[in-house]
């Protein structure tokens, strides 16, 4: 695999959707069997908020995953930490988002 998307989006009333869209090397093939899924939600401290294996496919090579976040939980920047296996190799991206 040589291309990931990972993209994050605000669904109201409180919910995050994060979407991975899967590339082979020409960029146009999109990867449909990734062996597994780890996506998780880290909050500002560091502190784990919520870690997923088994995100929705929506298609060949897209995948998403949403979280919830309450108006309990911390304001700040969030990681979030997507990463698969592929073809026996270990692949992670990573974006933030904020919480305010």
Known sequence: MSHQELEITFVPPNTIRCTL?????????PITDCSTHSVKAV?????????????TNNSDGTYTQDFIIL????????DLIWSITYDAKPSTEKVQFKVK
């Not at 108006?71 to 969030?78: E, I, K």
Request: proline share 10%.
């Open 43 to 55: 909050e500002p401290d560091g502190t784990e908020h919520s870690e997923e294996t088994s995100p």
């Open 21 to 29: 869209t899967l590339y082979e090397f020409d960029r146009t093939t």
């Open 71 to 78: 108006n309990t939980d911390p304001l700040g920047v969030y």
